[in-house]
């Protein structure tokens, strides 16, 4: 049975910098197309990065514009651990996090709920102005 656990939320000052972690296990995690999605209240779940199997040009990485350049998503393989550094953040960024496993052998290309296979519980950030 696929676990996903996720950790590293909390509040921070607008400027700060928070690092989510995500951990799974009862899978062989490499194989997995794997991101981040937030959904804050009133809005929609939004993927914010993803970052593709790990035989995939090695592991190619996607980005959702308001993120590029403050957010970097990777992964240790060895670990079974996805990670999420977000710097500079903005009280926009606000948002409960997830961490999503996507389906095996697979890329970010349209990354969407649609793809997600397994789901974390989330993990709250909140960035204060």
């Known amino acids: 049975q696929v676990q996903v656990v996720e950790s590293g939320g909390g509040l921070v000052q607008a400027g700060g910098s928070l690092r989510l972690s995500c951990t799974a296990s009862?899978?062989?995690?490499?194989?997995?197309?794997m991101g981040w999605f937030r959904q804050a209240p009133g809005k929609e779940r939004e993927g914010v990065a993803c970052i593709s199997w790990s035989g995939w040009h090695g592991g190619r990485t996607y980005y959702v514009d308001s993120v590029k350049g403050r957010v970097t998503i990777s992964r240790d393989n060895a670990k079974n651990a996805l990670y999420l550094q977000m710097d500079s953040l903005e009280p926009e960024d606000t948002a409960m996090y997830y961490c999503a496993i996507a389906v095996r052998y697979g890329v970010c290309e349209g990354f969407s709920p649609l793809l997600i296979r397994y789901w974390g519980q989330g993990t709250q950030v909140t960035v204060s102005s």
């Open positions: 009862g899978l062989t995690f490499g194989d997995y197309a």
